[in-house]
């Protein structure tokens, strides 16, 4: 069955640095788009960053700059390399395989000093 276990969270002070990492298992992993969302609180889920099965990827204007998605075909696994954290930035991250339509457990994010 598909799986999808996110991993990397934790908090982290403003500035500061995390990669979060999404192993996937029970699908062709390499002939899909990989998507990094993420909820906060009173919030409707966003889309962060987008990778496809080619390597092109996307980012949403509040990340361009400072989050970097890339994914290891080898290891079926999608990172998404998270640099000068903001506050805003807290919420809870989730994984998400496009060609299944399948959502990871999600892994909390928390920027505070």
């Known amino acids: 069955q598909v799986q999808l276990v996110e991993s990397g969270g934790g908090l982290v002070q403003p500035g500061g640095s995390l990669r979060l990492s999404c192993a996937a298992s029970?699908?062709?992993?390499?002939?899909?788009?990989m998507m990094w969302y993420r909820q906060a609180p009173g919030q409707e889920r966003a889309l962060v960053a987008r990778i496809s099965s080619y390597r092109t990827t996307n980012y949403a204007d509040s990340v361009k700059g400072r989050f970097t998605i890339s994914r290891d075909n080898a290891k079926n696994t999608v990172y998404l390399q998270m640099n000068n954290l903001k506050p805003e930035d807290t919420a809870v991250y989730y994984c998400y395989a496009y060609t299944q339509e399948y959502w990871g457990q999600g892994t909390q994010v928390t920027v505070s000093s």
């Open positions: 029970g699908f062709t992993f390499s002939r899909s788009s």
